[in-house]
């Protein structure tokens, strides 16, 4: 099993639509998650860290599921300007390494 | 303030050539991570940096891949005898420490292409 895996889509979602993303992790030590946003050929930024008890920026909302080992991204009223591959990102605690998930590509058709 | 910087940009090198890749991270920042990217994929994990030790170098493909990291700064990748499937993008990112929840900032990559 890999230890971040997403589906890898695309989603195609017309503007103003409510898409939500998995991502499944198989390391239960893992303390640190994250949402990355990646544009076509350029590097990923950061999108928004996820908390235990959930959290929303704006139009996104981030969950963590550690029961059943997932995290999730919610974007409600989806603009064109969100196409995008998400990134999901997982990391032990300590000094190790991130792990990324392949990434979720997004497109979002007027 | 200044990100994270890559250098070369592009890199076209023979096979066999050796390529030396440069990643300046942030001012400050402790831990300093290599990836790489083919094509259409997901990020590789390479080596990451604490200061100038490596806790993992468990990603680098081959021993014909080294990375050093000198004075808590500036990295260099390193890809002796280089083959046609190393081309990719090789992507740098720094975060402050290497524990807890800190951002990694990336740069923009070396587009490395093998002829």
């Known amino acids: 099993r890999k230890e971040v895996e997403q589906d890898p889509g695309p989603f195609n979602v017309p503007e103003g639509a409510t898409v939500a993303f998995n991502c499944t992790y198989s390391?239960?030590?893992?303390?640190?998650f994250f949402w990355y946003r990646q544009d076509c050929r350029k590097e990923p930024k950061l999108l928004m860290s996820v908390y235990s008890s959930g959290n929303e920026d704006g139009r996104f909302t981030a969950q963590l599921n550690r029961a059943s080992q997932y995290i999730s991204l919610l974007i409600r009223d989806s603009k064109l300007s969100d196409s995008a591959t998400y990134l999901c990102v997982v990391k032990p605690g300590g000094y190790q390494k991130v792990t990324f998930g392949t990434g979720t590509k997004l497109q979002v058709i007027p | 303030g200044a990100g994270v910087s890559q250098s070369p940009s592009n890199k076209v090198t023979e096979k066999g050539k050796d390529v030396e890749l440069r990643c300046d991270p942030i001012s400050g920042h402790t831990a300093l991570y290599w990836y790489r990217q083919s094509l259409g994929q997901g990020l590789e994990f390479l080596i990451y940096f604490q200061g100038n030790s490596a806790p993992d170098k468990s990603g680098l493909p081959s021993d014909r891949f080294s990375a050093e990291r000198t004075g808590g700064s500036v990295s260099t990748l390193t890809i002796q005898r280089t083959q046609q499937e190393d081309s990719a993008v090789y992507l740098c990112?720094?975060?402050?420490f290497g524990t807890g929840s800190y951002e990694q900032y990336f740069g923009p990559g070396t587009r490395l292409t093998v002829t």
């Open positions: 390391n239960s030590a893992s303390q640190s």
């Open positions: 990112a720094s975060s402050l």
